[in-house]
């Protein structure tokens, strides 16, 4: 009787938690397994988004992105830009972290104030900092009867420095909170045991903070790598992909082949490549940080 009661509780409770992941699951499945399904499809083809007959292709897609100019510049873009948000955004919203969890009077406000920027549109962030180095900044050389080149965005070579600012901006103070959470939640007796055995200050923070934030810092590293791999809305309104092609990144690339260009089946098999890429990163950097965790 006990275990017939026990049983119809637990199918009870199992409908319960499938009626309410039931939704989520139904819009995840729409919204991103099929049209991955699709996607992979339409990659074997060489369909042109518009025709009824999409031509089979096989693989010829996939060969022939890894002689395309116009792709491997947009993956060497892409992986670049990553590179740079990755140390830049983990470095310095730690610092600030620290920063602000060393007791400094008016820790609120800076919190505040570091951590708006991450509430605006990536593609007003765009708007905001084309403005900036095209009307507004260069207006201190005239002020202060300088030459320093405020125009980013207008050339190729100052161009991924120009966005990196941008994003930086954007973002550090959202990952920053993460690291201060983690900072907050170290216990304090660490610190003294540290300082009873001679630790000075960088020591603690080597020895005591970084292994104890080893879960902050991989929700920060996957977090901020796989986001920089997929940057688009804050090209749209800065750059548009230019100088010439000098900040294309894969999203913009795929989607200007696809829908300018009318190479859907082309276009899909870069969507492929970059999905790939996400998970294979996010695959290699959890396994690795995970075990750093362990290991702390």
């Known amino acids: 009787m006990k275990q017939n009661k026990q049983n119809a509780m637990e199918r009870k409770l199992f409908w319960q938690y499938f009626v309410l992941v039931l939704p989520g699951f139904v819009i995840f499945t729409i919204g991103l397994i099929i049209p991955m399904f699709l996607a992979f499809r339409y990659s074997l083809t060489s369909w042109d988004g518009m025709s009824v007959e999409k031509e089979f292709v096989g693989i010829q897609n996939y060969i022939n992105l890894f002689h395309d100019k116009n792709f491997l510049d ?10 740079g948000n990755t140390i830049i955004q983990n470095v310095v919203a730690l610092l600030f972290a620290v920063a602000l969890d060393s007791g400094i009077k008016g820790q609120k406000i800076y919190r505040t104030i570091l951590f708006i920027p991450c509430l605006i549109s990536a593609v007003i962030v765009g708007f905001v900092w084309l403005k900036m180095f095209s009307n507004v900044l260069p207006e201190f050389n005239e002020m202060l009867g300088t030459n320093i080149n405020f125009l980013l965005f207008g050339k190729k070579e100052t161009v991924l420095t120009g966005l990196l600012i941008a994003n930086n901006w954007q973002w550090i103070g959202y990952w920053m909170l993460i690291y201060l959470a983690g900072l907050q939640s170290v216990p304090a007796e660490l610190y003294e045991a540290a300082k009873v055995d001679g630790a000075n200050a960088v020591k603690r923070f080597f020895n005591v903070t970084i292994p104890m934030l080893a879960p902050a810092i991989t929700i920060c590293v996957v977090g901020i790598t796989t986001g920089s791999l997929k940057v688009y809305d804050l090209l749209v309104t800065s750059t548009k992909g230019g100088p010439g092609r000098a900040s294309t990144s894969l999203i913009y690339e795929t989607y200007t082949t696809a829908i300018n260009g ?35």
Do not use: D
């Not at 098999?269 to 950097?285: D, G, N, P, R, T």
């Open 74 to 83: 947009a993956l060497w873009f892409t992986i670049k830009f990553t590179i």
């Open 262 to 296: 009318r190479q859907y089946g082309y276009g899909s098999a870069m969507s492929i490549i970059l999905v790939f890429m996400l998970l294979l990163v996010a695959l290699i950097q959890v396994k690795g940080l995970k075990k750093r965790e362990v290991q702390a």
